[in-house]
């Protein structure tokens, strides 16, 4: 065998290694995102979730209290006054707080005993804050005419958990949610306040892993 023919074999090895790697790495990196709780950034998080990322991970039942504290919406791009989708969502902005937490509380794994805390053990509290980022109404003549999500509302969250005693920042997430079906289109109202309702349930599964 020659040198050319050596170095050739050798170059052939070497990439059929390399590809080897790269067709192996993608699922990796998709199984990473399988509830996992390990800190680093998590893309499609569970299949559940856009974006986490996790800082410190800890332990959801050592925390006494879970509590929505802030949901900013100053952010929020609203429609234009003139349209008829501005009243529509400047309602539905007003409805959205209560029914994200009416959503993490009928996930959670720990019922509330009350409102406006969640029982999880002695002494610690776990502090969960939600900023708007959009806001979409989409077209109510859409989802009535167009069907297959044609005119969606859309909403998305930012937000992150936090330890409340040392104002660590546990993790952080984006998600982004669509409602397009209901009655004659669906009513704003309706469909925003069930999209909210729907990533706050997102968030208490999120918790629930830890």
Request: with cysteine.
């Amino acid at each position: 065998m020659t040198i050319l023919e050596v170095i050739a074999r050798n170059f052939a090895l070497f990439y059929f290694l390399v590809g080897s790697l790269s067709f192996a790495l993608p699922s990796q990196s998709c199984l990473a995102g399988k509830g996992a709780t390990a800190p680093g950034t998590y893309r499609d998080w569970n299949g559940d979730i856009d974006e986490v990322t996790i800082f410190q991970t800890f332990r959801a039942d050592s925390y006494n209290d879970i509590v929505v504290e802030s949901f900013d919406s100053t952010g929020v791009t609203l429609p234009n006054p003139r349209e008829n989708t501005y009243q529509a969502v400047q309602s539905a902005i007003r409805l959205m707080k209560p029914a994200f937490i009416e959503g993490l509380q009928a996930k959670l794994r720990h019922k509330p005993a009350e409102p406006g805390y969640i029982p999880r053990g002695k002494g610690k509290g776990l502090v969960i804050r939600v900023r708007l980022s959009k806001v979409d109404p989409g077209s109510q003549a859409a989802r009535y005419w167009g069907g297959f999500g044609a005119g969606a509302v859309k909403i998305t969250m930012t937000g992150e958990i936090v330890d409340a005693a040392s104002g660590k920042i546990l993790v952080r997430f984006q998600q982004e949610r669509r409602s397009g079906f209901g009655a004659f289109g669906g009513g704003y109202g309706a469909l925003f306040t069930r999209t909210a309702r729907q990533i706050g349930g997102d968030i208490a599964g999120l918790i629930n892993v830890f």
